[in-house]
């Protein structure tokens, strides 16, 4: 296996991740309806912002239920892609014989690492999905709460100057 290509693979899993991330995060927001939602999603996974995410949606008065009922199948895709990516970003490296040998090189040493059964093809049909389930999501709540509604979170930031981060201090 071409570690290059593996690293690209691998690369545009984790780009469509960190957009998975942040359109759930535009979600969060939009779905709470304020853009102070934010100081409190910058701490919480992508796992933990489906699931409350659905649960919001579940209750929200706003929504007709055709909107809840695409939130919550945007959600499942999305919920769906995630565990795929933390299965091949966590299961998929080992220090032990399996089926393909590749070195990662590091300015201070080399090291032999395992990938387990993953093909570059399966790589990229993730990102695929990953891209496919955020798609699904951004039309779902566009649809539902409007078109400006994925931006509700931009406008803290906005009016701050810098980002939210986790650590508030």
Known sequence: MDIDELKCALGGVVLESA????????TFSALVGSKY????DGRMTAHTLIEDC???ARVHTGLPES???ELS????ACDAANRQRNRVIHD??????????????SQRDSQDVTVITRSLAELADLAD?????????AAAVTGALGADSLRTEDQLRAEL??????DLG
Do not use: C, M
């Open 73 to 76: 199948e945007a959600l499942n």
């Open 129 to 137: 999905q990953i891209a496919a389930a955020v798609g699904k999501l």
């Open 161 to 166: 100057g810098h980002d939210i981060g986790a």
């Open 92 to 105: 998929s490296w080992a220090y032990r014989p399996g089926s393909a040998l590749v070195t990662l090189q």
């Open 19 to 26: 957009h998975l991330e942040r359109v759930l995060r535009g």
């Open 67 to 69: 909107a809840r009922a």
């Open 54 to 56: 659905h649960h919001i």
């Open 37 to 40: 939602a934010a100081v409190f």
